[in-house]
Structure formats: structure tokens, C-alpha cells
């Protein structure tokens, strides 16, 4: 059984701080990972991918991955209202194919 | 550009009917995935085809579900007959496997079965 853990929150940042989402996998053979937005009654929006140890920016969001510790994070810079919303995080399987979803962390930002 | 397309929207049957979901993938994808989500289990896989071949069917609950893909811009998932737990969003996905995988989501369809 592989195992996709997220703090099911909510997590709760007032407006203009840092959100840190974090997850942790069990496969080791998971070779990409992507975080997806969905905002309530709506369906998962891909926002993230990353592939390799280190750090990923993309304007206000960085993805970080440690394969070694089977951590996947996601920061959200500048949190605005409109970022309220469940993030997931999903790992793939060995064959970049079949994704794994987390329970998503539900993130509420306070203006 | 068109993403996934999904219909209905909405679907509301009562026990023991037959509900068929379909769902169109973005065109040039050759993988398509079919998930279900519900607050108690969250977002599952049921099944995915690559090239409309049928992949990985594991997630499938049971035989009341069948899924099938004729064609690279058609697939369906059927249940028959429909129960009360079978209430949840059904979510259509496609990928292509040229590119990096990303799975682009359809908008779902909420199914109530009474």
C-alpha cells in the first residue's frame, strides 16, 4: 500500500505570510511529484511538478523535494485569500503514470 | 484550447438504476483516468488507460463498475446497478506520456444515487 500523508489542517496564515504545505510519500520508487489546488466544489487544478532534490520556484509557489527523506513540501509566498483552498499532493508511481493523492491539506488564508 | 470535457455534471438516480459518465480527454493525450472522490476516502484512482487499452483496473470497487474506451476521445464509466455509497465526484483525467505526465482534471461529475 503506498502512503501519501498530508496535515489534514486547516492551516491557517494571515494574509501576506508564508504558507508551508508539507507531505511525505512511502514509495521510494515515486520519480515526480505535483501539487494540485482545489478550491471547494471544484476539481484539482495542477499548480507544481518537480523532479529532482532540491528546490522549484514558479512566482509565488516553491515545490522542495527530498527523495533521501521521502518529503515533499510546497510554500506559498505572499498568501492572498484566493489561495484558500485544499492543496494535494501526489507522488507517481516508477512509470511517471499513475499518481497517488494525498488527503490534501486545506489551507485558509486570513485577510 | 478545450480541456477535459465531462457529462453530466450532474447526475441524480435512484437504487439499482444503470448512471453512465462520460468523458472527453484533451485531444493528443494518450492516457485517460478515471477517479472518484468522496470526504471519507478522498480522491481514488479506479482505473487508467494508455492508448485506450485499460491499464490498471485495481481501484475499481467492484463488478457494478465497468469503464470502457473505444476510441482516443471517448471513455465511459458505468455503473450497474447504482447504490446509495456510490454517491460521490466522479473526476475524468487525461495525460500525455510524451510530456512529463501531468494529469490535467475534467470538472467532475457529482453523482447522487437515492
Known amino acids: 500500500q503506498k502512503e501519501v500523508e498530508q496535515n489534514s489542517g486547516p492551516l491557517s496564515v494571515p494574509e501576506g505570510a508564508i504558507a508551508s504545505l508539507n507531505c511525505t510519500y512511502s514509495?521510494?520508487?515515486?520519480?515526480?511529484f505535483f501539487w494540485y489546488r482545489q478550491y471547494s466544489g471544484k476539481s484539482p487544478e495542477l499548480i507544481m511538478s518537480?523532479?529532482?532534490?532540491g528546490d522549484k520556484e514558479d512566482g509565488r509557489f516553491t515545490a522542495q523535494l527530498n527523495k533521501a527523506s521521502q518529503y515533499v513540501s510546497l510554500l506559498i509566498r505572499d498568501s492572498q485569500p484566493s489561495d484558500s483552498a485544499t492543496y494535494l499532493c501526489?507522488?507517481?508511481?516508477?512509470?511517471?503514470?499513475?499518481?497517488?493523492f494525498g488527503s490534501g491539506t486545506k489551507l485558509n488564508v486570513k485577510p | 484550447d478545450a480541456g477535459v470535457i465531462q457529462s453530466p455534471r450532474h447526475e441524480v438516480t435512484e437504487m439499482g438504476q444503470e448512471v453512465t459518465l462520460r468523458c472527453k480527454p484533451i485531444?493528443?493525450?494518450?492516457?485517460l483516468f478515471w477517479y472518484r472522490q468522496t470526504m471519507m476516502r478522498g480522491l481514488e484512482l479506479l482505473i487508467y488507460?494508455?492508448?485506450?487499452?485499460?491499464?490498471?483496473d485495481s481501484g475499481m470497487p467492484e463488478d457494478r463498475f465497468s469503464a470502457k474506451m473505444p476510441n482516443a476521445s471517448f471513455s465511459t464509466l458505468k455503473i450497474q446497478p447504482s447504490e446509495p455509497r456510490d454517491s460521490a465526484v466522479y473526476f475524468c483525467?487525461?495525460?500525455?506520456?510524451?510530456?512529463?505526465?501531468?494529469?490535467?482534471f475534467g470538472p467532475g461529475t457529482r453523482l447522487t444515487v437515492l
Open positions: 483525467a487525461s495525460s500525455s506520456t510524451s510530456a512529463i505526465n501531468e494529469q490535467f
Open positions: 514509495d521510494r520508487g515515486s520519480q515526480s
Open positions: 518537480i523532479y529532482s532534490n
Open positions: 501526489a507522488p507517481s508511481d516508477y512509470n511517471f503514470n499513475k499518481f497517488y
Open positions: 485531444s493528443g493525450h494518450n492516457s
Open positions: 488507460f494508455n492508448n485506450n487499452v485499460p491499464i490498471d
